[in-house]
Nanobody, 124 residues
Framework: QVQLTESGGGLVQAGGSLTLSCAASGLTFSSYAMGWFRQAPGKERGLVATINRTGRRTYYADSVKGRFTISRDNAKNTVYLQMNSLNPEDTAVYYC?????????????????WGQGTQVTVSS
């Protein structure tokens, strides 16, 4: 059974940091590019960051560039999202997702496996 399990969400003050983790099981992790998406109340889900199979290439949404870092450990079947300088606009449910695409993919329709999401709330 293919499964992605996010952890690390929570409540943090503005300016603080959190690290999200997403553990994968039931798939050959190194064969998948991974993405982090988020959805705030009343808004559409959007890409936060994505990383290719080897971890050598990444892409970030403009809104998080310079503050968030995506990384992966293929030996641990885990992808991470380090979030610094958080602000209330970062409040959302964060999802990790997997795609077999060979290139970095922004469109969420290309991702075929999703986690259940983890809530991140940033207080002002």
């Amino acid at each position: 059974q293919v499964q992605l399990t996010e952890s690390g969400g929570g409540l943090v003050q503005a300016g603080g940091s959190l690290t999200l983790s997403c553990a994968a099981s039931g798939l050959t992790f190194s064969s998948y590019a991974m993405g982090w998406f988020r959805q705030a109340p009343g808004k559409e889900r959007g890409l936060v960051a994505t990383i290719n199979r080897t971890g050598r290439r990444t892409y970030y949404a403009d809104s998080v560039k310079g503050r968030f870092t995506i990384s992966r450990d293929n030996a641990k079947n885990t992808v991470y999202l380090q979030m610094n300088s958080l602000n209330p606009e970062d409040t959302a449910v964060y999802y990790c997702a997997a795609t077999r695409s060979l290139t970095l993919v922004i469109d969420d329709r290309a991702y075929d496996t999703w986690g259940q999401g983890t809530q991140v709330t940033v207080s002002s």
